[in-house]
């Protein structure tokens, strides 16, 4: 039986990824509100916004005024997503901590989420990895579909290895690994894991789990089961693409913290900080968030 | 790292667990549909209703005319919950196949439940497990709150215990382990089921897990790994308690078969026909149900 780590840290990725696949928009001020609360939760690192040329991301049109704006916590990394030099150079005068490059496992899916071939990606997050670590920025390499791709079904961790390792010799200081569609399942996280730890020691992995099937906390559970200390969640859940009703999003951050408490592991984390910023950003949106952890809490005032 | 059975059998207790919790009444007619529904989809049990006094479950208050109505398939038993002589008349008289018994390892959700303590509830329970076996039924000895006791907080394992040797001893044939406020998580499996399977083959204990906090597929995983290999599941993740909004229903079949197809595990069922009972009871109850594998595979057509 598989045994777990005594400490595990959280990304908080919801001002980010939740946010960029909500319809409804949330007003700059109150995202600032939000994430400074965020901040007192003890959670690492925040993901607060992405540098994506707005026309792609609407949603986070605001990254640079977010930036300005946000109180920065002591012991907070906060980062963002960047595409490119224009956007690492709106990035570092907005003040991040840290920089995530991206690109995708599947050739099909990278095409039509960046509009450029694996290798054609390859020479411009290098330019921002370089930029990056030049100014003295942590940089993350996030690697989508590293399970299944919508367009060309199961990726190989060969696939994924190619990717992870070019990322690696470019700079990055450790990868996340996403299951963009949220389709794995544990055996799944097996096949991939075995072959990355192989070739990289633990810490520099990240899982990124989303939940569409409802198999995220059982996907984190196994991966802590080989080893892995740090996982991305967004706060209740928060998510989804607005064009498929189905699609969950990211992992919620507090059914996270339930299993982790739950097995004893220490994460600095506080729930009651964690549920707050996640009632606020659930009566902004207007709707109630995934996560089953909350939904219960809220419940029971 | 710990390995899974090749075959997984579920108990389908929708009818009786799900909709015993639901506000919006079913129809005899509609319960029957779709009971025939699910005796078509590959499970090998249906517990279809309860012969509790409608006095306390009133949802359920057509358990005999139900058993009466409904198709009986091959290869499927039809059990129904059965606390007492008067019930187990009623039962037998509608033609179940199965008896199921129950009662709580908590002493104060035991008393709050049956009104009884767990000494007064032995004899009740062994006369109907006598009486249930004599007419040449299956038994399944249902015993709740092993893991956490609302009133009473955790349970040990010798509580535990002490109840299943008792119902052992009066002859059921196996034993529903039930987290039945959906808090337990993996090291809680791991404390109880290394305990249980010293004293019982695997093939005779149930795991059943609702989905409270989002953790029961993490638990049935770990419970795989123990070599368990018999779950109970609601169709759609049904069920919860009208009273507690955040409280959610067993874990859902659909998710419990994505899990268990993804892994390879042979199941005997068919998600297609799953799909569509799932979506039949969801239309009648008029609201989405939890299961997140349902709500893709829906939006999805």
């Not at 993901?47 to 916590?73: C, M, N, Q, T």
């Not at 921002?128 to 942590?138: E, T």
């Not at 579909?145 to 190619?162: A, H």
Request: net charge neutral; hydrophobic share 35%.
């Amino acid at each position: 039986m598989g045994r777990w780590p005594d400490f595990v840290q959280v990304k908080e990725v919801g001002p980010r990824d939740g946010l960029q696949n909500e319809k409804k928009r949330i007003s700059t001020s109150d995202k600032v509100q939000w994430i400074n609360t965020l901040s007192e939760s003890g959670v690492k690192e925040i993901e607060y916004s992405s540098f994506v040329h707005p026309k792609w991301v609407p949603a986070l049109s605001d990254a640079h005024e977010v930036g300005k704006r946000i109180k920065r916590h002591p012991g907070v990394r906060y980062s963002a997503l960047v595409p490119n030099m224009k956007g690492l150079e709106l990035a570092l005068e907005a003040g991040i901590d840290g920089a995530s490059v991206f690109m995708s496992a599947s050739e099909t899916h990278n095409k039509k989420n960046i509009n450029k071939s694996i290798d054609e990606t390859y020479p411009v997050l290098e330019e921002v990895i370089k930029g990056a670590k030049k100014a003295g920025k942590h940089v993350t390499g996030y690697v989508s579909t590293v399970f299944d791709c919508p367009y060309e079904g199961r990726i190989s961790p060969q696939q994924v290895l190619k990717v992870a390792d070019r990322l690696i010799e470019a700079g990055v200081d450790d990868l996340s690994l996403g299951d963009t569609i949220g389709t794995a399942v544990p055996s799944q996280v097996d096949q991939l894991l075995s072959e990355i730890l192989e070739r990289f020691p633990s810490e520099k992995i990240i899982m990124h789990f989303h939940d569409t099937r409802g198999m995220a906390i059982a996907n984190i559970m196994r991966s802590m089961e080989h080893g892995i200390t740090r996982f991305d969640s967004a706060i209740g859940g928060l998510g989804g693409c607005p064009y498929a009703p189905g699609a969950a999003g990211n992992v919620a951050t507090n059914d996270v913290l339930y299993l982790l408490n739950g097995l004893g592991i220490k994460t600095g984390m506080d729930e009651t900080k964690l549920q707050e910023a996640a009632l606020f950003i659930q009566s902004k949106l207007g709707k109630s968030l995934p996560s089953k952890s909350l939904a219960y809490a809220a419940s029971q005032g």
